[in-house]
């Protein structure tokens, strides 16, 4: 029996851009990055989507669809899970779904789930990159009343029972889950793969399914309970004592002295 | 009229420090503080020394289940839930540990409440809470306004700095509440291993740690700071490159989503200081970087920076150590 997987993914900025590069952009009250470098997929959703895969590499038969709910989406970008190997992909756009209160999100991907159709396992991303929140998987796993495993590194299905691997701070655990359920995925799992020439062709040819918010019979929130109301850029000023030497086995003995002379060792 | 609830982890038979810390924010906060934890028949409640902390209520829930599965914390969320079905609060406040940010969004969600996670400043003006937060791993600061009326759920980043020390002269009442879980169960925990070996210094309680990134270029360099932590009395400590190339296990992984540490001294050796890896450390009281790129983030949040090849740095800071300390 095939299993059926959805992969929760959003695009984001990317996060790991040198510091100094971002802005803000006072209409959107949110972040852009000077050179409109283009968004990518989050990352912990690329690890979603590599956990999907390895089940299948593992000899389970999956179908992975990845649903991706957002705004002003780039066809590139939103190609990727696809040319890594992913088998659909289902977009819902709508200005409010990049709104900083999540609920709206967590409405409209829970009724796309249903409406989808029967999934055995929902992955997700242990966070968003952007506002770091991490509650849209947990909030979706309530609302469908699902068994919610957060911080997977490793996922077995066996005997139709999912093994799932989870990261704690001070070691891991082992979870089982009947399906449905939902996990999220941390970066343990390992890097996602690169997507090879045949991945890409093929995901040039697919075409995304569109899913509008009118489909789901959902209207934007009007009123909003969480109000973003600022977005500024801390600036951080230390000032730097930089060590002195003329070579690297003076520095070192210098900054011990120091360190020494401050009390700090 | 502020009424807070605190919901309270209990660690190793203590309050969690962090636990004690949003008392403290909720004391300069809220009229009225209440605390909840969820307790197995096993879990030793140090009342006594709960109970002269500046709260006006402390609610046991003591729930039997509790003894089989704490795994992926359903019953502390079905406990939780059913409790805040009884009571009115205006604010609920978890940490930020591993335990609220998966629990504080269950109960939020559950109870239909909003919620913000891992938030760095909250105060209340008349009857709105305003709240910061970091975004895009700290790139960024976002500011929020939410209204007291709706019972908004919060989680607040653990160590933050400059909590007024708390003055007490209340006494709490204590009530404990039986809960029993009958739901269905469908997700079990099986086993739990931990990393954490007796003899070494936590993370979190280490007053120095040398922290090591992928300028480090292998394992075996992990050797040489490892041995500069225990020649210091401190921890070794890690970016998530370096833990993602697997020359160091991820537990030892600082930042956003690593731990997040405040020593006295944190030594960075061969890490940029990206954004979301000073998210975990940038609260240390005294920050070394260690880098050979002038131009690396790092140096921004640096007490002393060192530019220049980490490996003849480190080795001749090593002997110069052995020789201070000798004299
Ligand atoms: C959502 C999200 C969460 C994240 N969470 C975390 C987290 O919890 N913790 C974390 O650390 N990161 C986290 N990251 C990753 C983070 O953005 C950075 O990619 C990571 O911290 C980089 O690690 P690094 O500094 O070791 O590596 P690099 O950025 O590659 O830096 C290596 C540094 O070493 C220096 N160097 C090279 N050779 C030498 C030499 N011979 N001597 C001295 N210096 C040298 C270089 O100049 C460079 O500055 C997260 C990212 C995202 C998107």
């Not at chain 1, 086995?249 to 120091?258: H, P, Q, V």
């Not at chain 2, 004690?20 to 020394?49: A, M, W």
């Not at chain 2, 960075?268 to 920050?287: E, P, T, Y």
Request: proline letters at 4%; a negative charge.
């Amino acid at each position: 029996m095939t299993i059926e997987i959805a992969v929760l993914a959003k695009q984001v900025l990317d996060s790991e851009t040198p510091s100094h590069l971002f802005k803000i952009n006072a209409d959107s009250n949110n972040l852009e990055i000077e050179d409109n470098s283009a968004p990518i997929i989050n990352g912990f959703d690329l690890n979603a989507t590599e956990a999907a895969l390895r089940l299948r590499d593992e000899g389970h038969e999956v179908n992975i669809t990845v649903i991706m709910a957002g705004f002003n989406f780039v066809n590139e970008v939103i190609k990727k899970t696809l040319s890594m190997g992913a088998d659909n992909l289902i977009l819902i756009e709508n200005e409010s779904l990049i709104s900083c209160d999540s609920s709206f999100t967590v409405e409209v991907l829970s009724k796309a789930i249903n409406k989808i159709g029967n999934f055995d396992i929902i992955l997700a991303g242990r966070h968003a990159s952007d506002f770091d929140n991490g509650h849209v998987p947990i909030g979706i796993a309530e609302r469908l009343r699902l068994p919610i495993i957060t911080y997977a590194s490793d996922i077995k299905i066996i005997d139709s029972i999912l093994r799932i691997k989870r990261v704690i701070p001070s070691g891991y655990q082992f979870i089982e889950s009947k399906s449905p359920c939902v996990v999220t995925v941390s970066n343990e799992i390992g890097e996602p793969r690169y997507p090879n020439l045949r991945g890409i062709m093929t995901a040039t040819k697919k075409q995304p399914k569109i899913i509008t918010i009118n489909d789901l019979e959902i209207e934007p929130p009007s009123e909003k309970e969480i109000n973003l109301t600022k977005v500024f850029i801390p600036k951080i000023n230390l000032d730097t004592e930089y060590i002195k030497g003329d070579d690297e086995s003076e520095l070192g003995r210098n900054l011990a002295m120091r360190l020494k002379e401050e009390g700090l060792i | 009229m502020i009424n807070t609830l605190v919901v309270g982890e209990i660690k190793d038979g203590k309050l969690s420090e962090n636990s004690f810390d949003l008392l403290k924010i909720s004391d300069k906060l809220s009229d009225r503080t209440s605390l909840v934890l969820c307790t197995s028949s096993q879990d030793n409640v140090p009342l006594d020394d709960i109970k002269i902390l500046p709260v006006d209520f402390i609610y046991l829930l003591k729930i039997p289940s509790l003894d089989i599965d704490r795994g992926i914390y359903d019953i502390d969320t079905y406990a939780l839930s059913v409790f805040l079905n009884s009571k009115d609060f205006n604010l609920i406040l978890f940490s930020k540990s591993e335990y609220g940010s998966v629990v504080a969004p269950r109960v939020a969600f559950r109870n239909k409440k909003k919620y913000l996670s891992d938030c760095t400043g909250i105060s209340l003006k008349e009857d709105l809470f305003l709240i910061e937060r970091p975004i895009y791993g700290g790139v960024a600061i976002a500011e929020y306004q939410v209204s007291t009326n709706i019972s908004p759920v919060f989680s607040i980043r653990s160590g933050l700095q400059n909590l007024d020390d708390i003055s007490n002269n209340k006494i709490a009442a204590i009530e404990e509440i039986d809960i029993q879980f009958n739901e269905p169960h469908p997700a079990k925990m099986i086993e739990e291993y931990s990393n954490d070996s007796l003899e070494e210094i936590k993370l979190e309680d280490a007053k120095i740690i040398v922290s090591g990134g992928r300028g480090l270029g292998n394992e075996i360099a992990f050797e040489e700071l490892k041995k500069l932590a225990n020649l210091l009395g401190g921890a070794l400590g890690a970016s998530r490159a370096a833990c993602d190339a697997g020359w160091i296990d991820h537990s030892l992984q600082i930042g956003l989503t690593g731990k997040t540490v405040t020593p006295d001294l944190y030594i960075s050796v061969g890490i940029s200081g990206a954004s979301q890896h000073l998210a975990g450390c940038s609260m240390s009281k005294n920050i070394v970087a260690i880098n050979n790129d002038k131009d690396a983030n790092i140096f921004n949040v640096a007490r002393f920076g060192v530019i220049g090849d980490w490996n003849q740095i480190i080795k001749s800071f090593i002997s110069s150590i052995e020789d201070l300390s000798l004299k």
